[in-house]
Structures are given as C-alpha cells and as structure tokens.
C-alpha cells in the first residue's frame, strides 16, 4: 500500500479528469465493495477457525460445526458437488452465545456482493453531478452515508451480535456503542458543515436556475416551518393515544425529540446558508464569518456560529443515547443478579432510578447513602446557579466590549444601536440594517445601565457571584457544612425557604432597583451608591 502511494503520487498521478469521472468512479468502487463482501463471504464458509472461548472450542473442532455446517475446504469446488456449499438461513441467534449464525453472515455477504454487482452495472446519470465541480458537496455526501452507517453498526453490534459471546460481555458492547455514536454523531455534523461551504463557496444560482437544488431554496422557509410545527405539534398529537406510563416511552421519546431537533438545526443551517431574513449576504460575509452570540442579538445561524449550536444539539442527543444504553447496559448485566428484565420493565423501578439521576453510573453508587444522594444533587445546584451567572456576564461584556452603547444612549435619535461596531470590509449594509434591529442594547437600557462602565461592573458582579456560587457548592460537600437528611426532608421548612428567601427576597431587591435605579436613570437623573436613601420613586413623593 506504502508503494502504491508513492507510485501514485510520483510516478503516475491521475488527472483531474479521472477524479471527476463519477460513474466510473462508482463502478469502480461498487466492483472493490463487491469483491469483499464474497472474498469474506468465502472466507466464512472455506476457512473456518475455532473460537477461543470457551475453552472446549479449542479442545473440540468438532464443536465448530454448530456455527458453520461446512467445514470441507475446497474440494467440493474442484470436483463439481458444488451442493456442499449451499447456504442456510436460520435467522436469529444461537442460544449459548447469543449471536449470529456465521452461516448467516455468510450468506448475507454473499447476497450484498451479488446486489452491488448488479448496481454497478445499472448505475447511470442523467445530468451534471455537483460532485465533479465541488469537493465539499463530494465531502458532504460522503460523510452523510458514512455518518449514519456508523450509527446502524453501533445499533446492530449489540442487537444482533456479530461475534460469539460479544452479546454476553457488556462492557464490551456498551465501549462499542458509545464509539460508534459518537463518531457518527460527529460525522453527521460534518456532512451539514461542508453542505453549507458548499453553499456559500461553490454554489452558483446563476447556471443552476429552476433546478432541483434551486426550488428547495426558493421554499426554504415553508419546509423549515412545516416542520418545526411537525415536530412540536405532530408528535404531541399522535402521542396523545399512549398513556405516558413507564421512563421507557418517556425516553424514546426524548430520542425522537432530540434527534430530530438536531437533523432541523442541521437542514436549516444549510438551507439558510446563503442568506437569511436577518443577514441577507451571508454569502459574500464568508462562511468564517464569526458569531458572537448575545453581543449581536442571538444570532448563532451564520456560519460557524450555526455550526456550533448544531454541535451542542448533536452532543445533547447522543449523550442522552449513551445514557439510556449504559442504563439499560447496568441492568441486564450478570453481575447484577438481583435486578431482572421484569424489575427493569417496572414503571416505578424506572422512575425512581431516573428521578435520583444515578442511571448512567449506577456502579458509583452502590454505597451510596440518600443523605449523600441528596447532598449531591444540592451542591449541583449552586453550580447550576454559577454557570447562569456566568453566561449572563458574557452578554454584558460583549455589548461594552464590540458595541456602541454609550453613544447609543447619549443620542438615541441620531445614532443607531449594534452590537457590533467593528467595521468589516465584508460587513454590507444589509447587515448593519439587520443588527440595529437585535435588540441587544433594549434590555440594559431597562434597568438603569448608562454607560460600559456600568456595563463592565455589572459583568464583574455577575463573575462574582459565579465565584460564589461554586464556593457555595463545595462547601456543602464537607464535612462540616453538609445539611443533614432531616433538613431536606423539613418540607415546611424548604417551602417557606423558598418563598421567603428566593421569591420574596429578589423580588423586593429587583423592585428596589426598579424604584432607585432605572426609574431615576429614564428620567436623565445621575445614579449614586445613596439613591436609596435620597431618591424619590416618584418627582412629587
């Protein structure tokens, strides 16, 4: 292979003509798919070997002959009794181990070796391929099929095992699943990220009038909305029969949710590459042309910016894939003995272990305590509280950052609002136009924030009380400062520390900014650390 490389490349380097030669270049690769699948089809029947376990198999060939009846080499073939080699079907699995027949395999390779043959030869197109003309669209065709095929393996590995015993040894399936679909997770990404390179960089709408590609754009906006009513009225509808009884339906309908969430995100990233409502050129902005999130009014759909959000739906879905399987992994495995197929059907069984969120490591907490369980999940909470301050934080730093605030709200009538003042050659009128109307100045204008300064302050504070927040966590995870259970279980108590501390507490301070902070800034007035004491809610008292 080492030399056919350096031969290739140095010595007889096809043209670019060979390359573009797509129904050749099928052909070619349907013949190599076709040759194989026989060669190991072939290879199953003719040249069996024993399974290293258990060990009887390495004692005793015969036992072989329960995975493959055809252990006679290739004398039948030479001496014409060709009827040695007929192939069974026997359709399932064999009970001692849990997998496919081999015969089976073979056959089934045989099969697809015979069907490939007879498509590489019916193979024709009947006009100009995007293919010949753009690598990314090559790329992104390439990475769909190869994306999805791997997600197929990794369904198929465990659902209809391949190897003997593969079935049986669960951390063996569950490493092989989650490889798989995080790979294809990662693929499929891709084939909607070249998709839309290939939109912006070699795409021309000028010699490809009225074709197929050509109408889809042009209702664009109809498929995107058809389907987002689809997926968030459709499914609710045709669910409503099945009564929301056990996590198992619950969780495959979180599957479907969050899977074709991401396939809408992926599809419209591409479609919308071009342009949109927003920012009618994205085509001459480039499809590098950054996104900064809150600081241009939310807009994540240029580009890589789209990219991205489609990552974060993309690692949502499988994350929740893997977690059900490693769930479903810990609960059938032998080392569980005290848990059954009957246990795990339970809806009660399913909701408890769902509830206390202790599925997906269900091994790290066989010891665990429901003080310790509680305490957990309370210390999580300050981080969650943390990370909203700290994205909050962002918003306000990227507008004092890239923005025209101050001079935004020292003119209102005269100067226009955007997030981003940093000019770009790229940067046309249509989006200018476009970030004038995202809104990200509105908000902080509202509550009393006049100047970067406030801006930076307020950005420093909400830092702060991140800091704070995950001190808060892990302190209630020593050993001094840990609640006891009977403080989580005081339900009066938690209740009116809730109303009392959460909603009455941050209600009176937000009205208390209202009344000392952003009223007096609407009215002009200057705001100082003693407002509170000297400032009026109202000019008259």
């Known amino acids: 292979m080492l030399f056919f490389g350096w031969f290739h490349y140095h010595k007889a380097a096809p043209k670019l003509a060979w390359f573009q030669d797509v129904e050749s270049m099928l052909n070619h690769h349907l013949a190599v798919a076709t040759r194989t699948w026989v060669s190991l089809g072939g290879h199953q029947v003719l040249d069996p070997k024993e399974i290293p376990l258990p060990y009887e198999f390495i004692l005793n060939r015969d036992l072989w002959l329960n995975f493959i009846p055809i252990c006679r080499g290739a004398t039948p073939f030479f001496t014409l009794n060709w ?24 056959h089934h390779h045989l099969a697809i070796a015979i069907l490939f043959t007879i498509a590489g030869h019916m193979y024709r197109t009947n006009g100009v391929l995007i293919l010949t003309t753009s690598w990314h669209a090559q790329l992104s065709l390439n990475l769909a099929m190869l994306g999805s095929l791997t997600i197929v393996v990794a369904h198929h590995m465990y659902s209809m095992p391949p190897y003997p015993y593969l079935a049986t040894d669960y ?40 074709d197929l590609l050509d109408r ?89 910016g789209s990219c991205l959000l489609r990552t974060i739906r993309m690692y949502n ?56 369980l509680y305490q957990n999940i309370f210390a999580s909470h300050f981080g969650q509280l ?17 923005g025209n605030f101050e001079s935004w709200v020292q003119d209102p009538l005269h100067v226009r609002p955007i997030a981003h003042a940093i000019w770009d050659p790229h940067f046309g009128q249509p989006t200018v136009e476009a970030f004038t109307r995202g809104g990200a100045l509105g908000p902080w204008y ?20 991140s800091a704070i927040s995950l001190i808060a ?33 941050s209600s009176l301070a937000w009205t208390g900014h209202l009344v000392h902070v952003a009223i007096p800034a609407s009215r002009g007035e200057s705001v100082r650390w003693n407002n509170f004491l000297d400032v009026l809610p109202h000019p008259r008292g």
């Not at 009564?243 to 995100?265: D, E, K, M, S």
Request: contains cysteine.
């Open 83 to 106: 009827s040695k080699y007929g192939l069974s079907y026997f359709s399932w699995r064999i009970r001692s181990e849990s997998g496919l027949w081999s015969i089976d395999i073979a």
């Open 171 to 210: 951390g063996t399936q569950l490493s092989l699943f989650t490889h798989h679909m995080w790979i294809g997770g990662f693929l499929i990404v891709g084939t909607a990220a070249h998709a839309a390179i290939f939109m912006v960089r070699d795409y021309d709408p000028t010699t490809r009038y009225n």
């Open 216 to 304: 889809v754009l042009r209702h664009r906006d109809a498929i995107i909305s058809h389907l987002n009513w689809a997926l968030a009225v459709g499914g609710k509808v045709a669910l409503l029969p099945i009564p929301l009884g056990t996590a198992n339906f619950l969780v495959h309908h979180i599957h479907a949710f969050t899977i074709h969430v991401t396939v809408l995100i992926l599809l419209k990233g591409v479609l919308f590459a071009r342009s949109s409502r927003l920012i009618s050129d994205k085509a001459n902005l480039g499809f590098r042309f950054p996104c900064d999130g809150h600081g241009r009014g939310y807009m994540s759909s240029i580009g890589t």
């Open 317 to 372: 879905s499988i994350s929740v894939v893997i977690f059900h399987f490693s769930w479903k992994m810990h609960i059938m495995a032998l080392r569980f003995p005290r848990f059954s197929q009957g246990l795990a059907q339970d809806p009660t069984t399913r909701r408890i272990w769902f509830g206390i969120a202790t599925a997906h490591d269900f091994e790290s907490h066989d010891d665990i305590t429901e003080e310790r």
């Open 386 to 402: 943390a990370i909203i301050f700290l994205w909050t934080s962002r918003n306000l730093f990227h507008v004092a950052w890239q």
């Open 446 to 465: 509202t509550i009393g924030l006049r100047t970067n300064e406030d801006l930076y302050t307020g950005a420093l504070f909400l830092l702060f009380l």
């Open 473 to 505: 966590g892990w302190l209630h995870l020593q050993p001094k400062w840990k609640p006891s259970i009977s403080w989580f279980k005081n339900a009066e108590s938690r209740l009116n520390h809730h109303l009392l501390g959460l909603f009455g507490v």
